[in-house]
């Protein structure tokens, strides 16, 4: 059994991913156990509290991987865990619409939030295992990767944002298509028994709610694209990327309570993070030319806190006398 822990597992001791998984799974039956045993709205205090404690726990994180793996790992891990938290921003913005279009209360959003973050955990899970395969076998992926992130900021930096039309989303349609969707929630239930309308024979009904969790779902795919060769670009290590990746989103849901009704105020953070995906891209062909084996943990640390810091003041100067807007659904 000994032996087994100690196996090596994409570059990392069996023990070690048990354990980060272990903790996960503890967070989130003390979540659902204890904290949300009961449907309840939670509110703006609580929410701050419950992102501040997972952003403890986030950033405590850093210091076992720093006694783990050294200095240099814990860097690049801080690093991955802000440039993931702030990319989740946008994130948030799509939630907040989903919820809106299917006018989904605050006292079912956490419940939909808690199972998302479970297909999360796994999805992301694929995702960094392939990214890391794919890096293990194929080093030169890691420069289509830069590019992309250079490509993907540059983008951002020059378009607008578009108002996204939820009635004509292929998923939304396909679903309402195929399977039987009721036109209204049923409490916290996802799934219902109702009459069949043709044949009167009980059968199973999607609710809104749960089309609300397969939309959320997806919207994590779509940001993974970015999110992930972000961190692969700020370290291969398939242990640190995994780990920083869920303790930020982890913290998502609480922190999602808390700016929703502030979202207008970050509006020019974007700029910020096209500036971050640039400099992230960048780096590695940085260091090819200044001849370093890796760009230093600590300037991208360091840098990547400047940017952000820059564009949180420049957002909240700008957006000082603004007020919340509706959000618009098709």
Known sequence: MDTLLFTQFLGTPLWLWF???????????????????????????????????????????GGFVWYQFGGQSA???????????????DNVFVI????????????????VLFWGILGVIVLRGIMIGLGATLVAQYGWILYIFAAFLIFTGIKMLVT???????????VLRFMRKRFRVTDKLHGHDFFVIQPDPKTGRPVRWMTPLFLALVLIEIADLVFAVDSVPAVFAITTDPYIVYTSNIFAILGLRALYFA????????HYLKYALAILLVFIGSKIFVADLAGWEKFPASWSLGITF??????VVFSLWKSRDSRPKALKVK
């Open 75 to 89: 860097a690049e891990y801080l690093t991955a865990f802000v440039v993931e938290k702030t990319l989740a921003l």
């Open 160 to 170: 607008d944002d578009k108002e996204m039309d939820l009635n004509t989303n292929p």
């Open 259 to 266: 700016l929703a009704a502030v979202l207008h105020r970050f």
């Open 19 to 61: 354990g980060f998984v272990g903790i996960v799974l503890a967070l989130l039956v003390f979540d659902l156990g204890v904290l949300n045993k009961e449907d309840h709205e939670i509110g703006v205090a609580e929410s701050l509290r419950l992102s501040a404690l997972y952003i403890t726990l986030g950033v405590g994180f």
């Open 96 to 111: 907040a619409l989903i919820f809106s279009y299917f006018a989904i209360p605050r006292i079912y959003q956490h419940r």
């Open 306 to 311: 400047a940017i952000l810091a820059a564009g």
